[in-house]
């Protein structure tokens, strides 16, 4: 099993930065892709960035150029690093794992708030 814990969420100024934490533990060389998703009230869970077990990474449309997604830690903690940030940002982030071995499976953090005000 693998368990992700999300830190780092908080209110920030438009135009700020933020750096976003996942720890995994547990069965973390099982872990193929890990990924940040998040959730604004009222709106549907959307893919933020991924980044596979060799450091292959992959970006929204709406984020791309202003989030870097990273691993560190010997893999063990995944880093999203949000810079100028907008207002339509804000919602609750969710750190994702998604384990090859035994089977498929999707393992979720609890989410970090993340806020930006106007």
């Known amino acids: 099993q693998v368990q992700l814990v999300e830190s780092g969420g908080g209110l920030v100024q438009a135009g700020g930065s933020l750096r976003l934490s996942c720890a995994a533990s547990?069965?973390?060389?099982?872990?193929?892709?890990m990924a940040w998703y998040r959730q604004a009230p009222g709106k549907q869970r959307e893919l933020v960035a991924s980044i596979t077990s060799r450091g292959i990474t992959n970006y929204a449309d709406s984020v791309k150029g202003r989030v870097s997604i990273s691993r560190d830690n010997a893999e063990s903690t995944v880093l999203l690093l949000m810079n100028s940030l907008k207002p339509e940002d804000t919602a609750v982030y969710y750190c994702?794992?998604?384990?090859?071995?035994?089977?498929?499976?999707?393992?979720w953090g609890q989410g970090t708030q993340v806020t930006v005000s106007s």
């Open positions: 547990g069965s973390v060389f099982r872990v193929n892709v």
């Open positions: 994702n794992a998604d384990v090859s071995v035994p089977h498929r499976y999707v393992y």
